[in-house]
């Protein structure tokens, strides 16, 4: 059975292939269209995964879409009739948009498919599942576990925002649901906002700021009691109730009431790009982050009680939030863990295919791939040879061929060791948010100077944020308290005592460029200011070459890990082609670009004659 799934039409569109329930493509539409979480149909990431599944749409046997739309537009009616007269700008602007196309999604859908064939047949069989749903299918059936707990949790679906599920064969039990407008992800979300970040992109951005704050410090007490006190009632089982008068998100234009929430945290909201990160919003961001935390373990605490497995599954955007599934993982509330490497509604596309694989038409699932389905999230599209020598010839650009792996990593690893920034794109481009050393910008961890090159000149990105480290997986304990594996950069690890620097005994005090710039480990680039580190354990089955790269760096180095962030400068999406990669290694200051078998070397390349910058190309995130 031929099933394509799709997300669409609020951020992150996606399209997923699924043939008798294995996973055969998977792609975001942001890395062919360029627009960072392109909410339109994904025409483009559809048409990839037809290619690749060597298929015409007539041949697909089904189609699903991630969420109920109709569903969804009940609860809008009826938040902006229980908050009336409330919300008249918010239902004036979203209201034409339902109007015109996403009450009749069915035929937006077929017009859009006319593109790539004749809709008319697979027409007949679209289906279209709950949006928790999708999530909650697309960390079960992709994970290696016949009977687990499954979490979700994110901004909301239609009515859900959370929900506790049991997978057990081939069945998804929904046993709890939270409900809008109570919701954790708009909570988080909404200190994105507060905080100066953008909704929806920035919330890693708040979580990488958390660590700056000042743990068991007054003003950090002081915050999260007013969280607790003032704006969200907190259940034992997780469940949470925000009061609604300090929030603006059910009927408004923005996430809260900034007078409000000015006054009860006694300092307005930052404005993105104009002011500067002060210590109270690295105190704020550390306090919502420890009432997050404490919500996804009470959550996940409910779940096991509630279902008596030993396994937990998560989906949802908050299942991103590394730092959260790292202390879950430490708690010990489930001896096993499985975190969808695209959590957010890209994989609600993944989701949707499996609901329909699964649960509709009743397939079995009674061996479930190891480690699991996801194929170390290398689902997109491929580089070719010939792209490559395409692109080589448009621009003029001089290369250098290695006959061999061997040869090109210990060329790159020599590279790495002597502080060189390297592009690095091989195979197949990762499905998800996170660059797993398909399309990464690599760097040598030991550097003290490597964090700041890599975040002001080649990602032009605040200095505060970290990078995170691959290490290989055989190696992963001798660097981070990690037991296990981490493929999807999904979890937050210490850095082992034996690798870290003391602390001067004035440290806490220092202000956030003090504290960056302090040469915490003998692994300065990747630790960051609280000793942690999202670690990526890369794994000799799932990318042989990037594992083989970090072997040579270690054979020079004796370090077995390496720098890893996305190729990408930002507000960019990842790129995708060896076009998109030229095009970025040209515009920053990296210092080599390795395309399959190919390095291109900065110094030799012809001058950037192009007038296009990447500031005007793409927003700011």
């Not at 009616?77 to 229980?82: I, M, N, V």
């Not at 699991?372 to 290369?399: N, S």
């Not at 197949?428 to 660059?435: D, L, V």
Request: charged share 25%; hydrophobic share 40%.
């Amino acid at each position: 059975m031929k099933v394509l799934g799709i997300s669409a039409f609020y951020h992150d569109s996606a399209a997923a292939l699924l043939h008798d329930g294995r996973i055969i493509a998977a792609a975001q539409e942001e890395r062919f269209t360029r627009k960072k979480h392109d909410p339109g149909f994904p025409t483009h990431a559809v048409r990839y995964c037809l290619e690749e599944g060597g298929l015409a749409l007539e041949d697909l046997d089904a189609i699903a879409f991630y969420d109920k739309p109709l569903l969804k537009f009940e609860r809008l009616l009826e938040t902006y009739y229980g908050f009336a007269p409330k919300g008249v700008a918010s239902f004036l602007r979203s209201m034409p948009v339902w109007m015109k196309e996403k009450l009749f999604l069915r035929k937006l859908i077929r017009d859009e498919l006319k593109e790539l064939g004749d809709p008319r047949r697979v027409m007949e069989q679209l289906y279209f599942p709950e949006h928790h749903l999708s999530h909650a299918a697309s960390a079960y059936y992709a994970s290696p576990f016949t009977d687990a707990a499954i979490l979700t949790i994110d901004g909301v679906g239609e009515w859900a925002t959370a929900s506790i599920c049991h997978g057990k064969g081939k069945d998804i039990t929904i046993l709890r649901e939270l409900q809008f407008p109570h919701s954790l992800g708009l909570l988080y979300s909404a200190f994105t906002y507060f905080c100066g970040f953008r909704v929806n992109s920035g919330e890693y951005k708040l979580m990488g700021l958390a660590p700056y704050g000042r743990v068991g410090a007054e003003e950090v007490d002081r915050y999260r009691r007013i969280i607790l006190d003032e704006l969200v009632q907190l259940n034992e089982d997780g469940s949470v109730w925000l009061d609604q008068q300090y929030f603006n998100y059910a009927t408004g234009l923005r996430m809260v009431q900034d007078a409000g929430w000015a006054k009860l945290f006694g300092f307005p909201r930052r404005v993105p790009e104009k002011e500067g990160l002060q210590q109270h919003h690295c105190d704020l961001a550390l306090a919502i982050q420890q009432v997050t935390e404490e919500i996804v373990l009470r959550m996940a605490r409910e779940a096991k009680k509630l279902t008596g497995a030993e396994a937990l599954c998560m989906a949802g955007g908050v299942a991103l939030n590394c730092v959260a599934n790292g202390r879950l993982l430490e708690s010990g509330v489930f001896s096993d863990l499985f975190i969808q490497p695209a959590a957010g509604d890209a994989g609600g596309a993944l989701g949707a295919a499996y609901a329909v694989h699964h649960i509709h038409h009743g397939a079995p699932r009674d061996t479930p791939e190891r480690p699991d389905a996801m194929q170390g999230g290398y689902l997109g599209p491929t580089i070719t040879e010939q792209e490559t020598q395409r692109m080589a010839r448009k621009y003029a650009a001089p290369f250098h061929r290695f006959a061999s792996m061997d040869e090109l990593a210990d060329h790159v690893a020599g590279l790495l060791a002597d502080g060189r920034v390297i592009g690095w794109v091989q195979g197949r481009m990762e499905f998800g948010p996170r660059a797993l050393g398909a399309r990464s910008i690599l760097g040598d961890p030991r550097s003290p100077a490597m964090q700041k090159k890599l975040n002001l000149k080649i990602k032009f990105r605040e200095s505060f944020r970290p990078f995170a480290p691959s290490v290989l997986a055989e190696e992963a304990a001798a660097y981070f308290d990690l037991k296990g594996a981490s493929p999807y950069m999904l979890l937050v690890r210490p850095v082992k005592d034996g690798l870290r620097r003391t602390l001067p005994p004035d440290y806490a005090g220092r202000d956030i460029r003090e504290k960056l710039y302090f040469e915490r480990s003998s692994l300065p680039a990747i630790t960051h200011v609280d000793f942690s580190a999202r670690v990526q354990t890369v794994h000799r089955e799932t990318n042989p070459r990037y594992w083989q790269l970090i072997q040579a760096f270690k054979a020079r180095t004796g370090v077995g890990v390496v720098v890893n962030t996305s190729f990408n400068v930002r507000g960019e999406p990842i790129v995708c082609t060896p076009e998109d990669a030229y095009r970025c290694f040209m515009r920053t200051e990296m210092d080599h670009l390795v395309v399959g078998d190919v390095v291109f070397n900065k110094t030799e390349q012809p001058a950037w004659q192009r007038t296009d910058d990447w500031k005007e190309e793409f927003v700011l995130d």
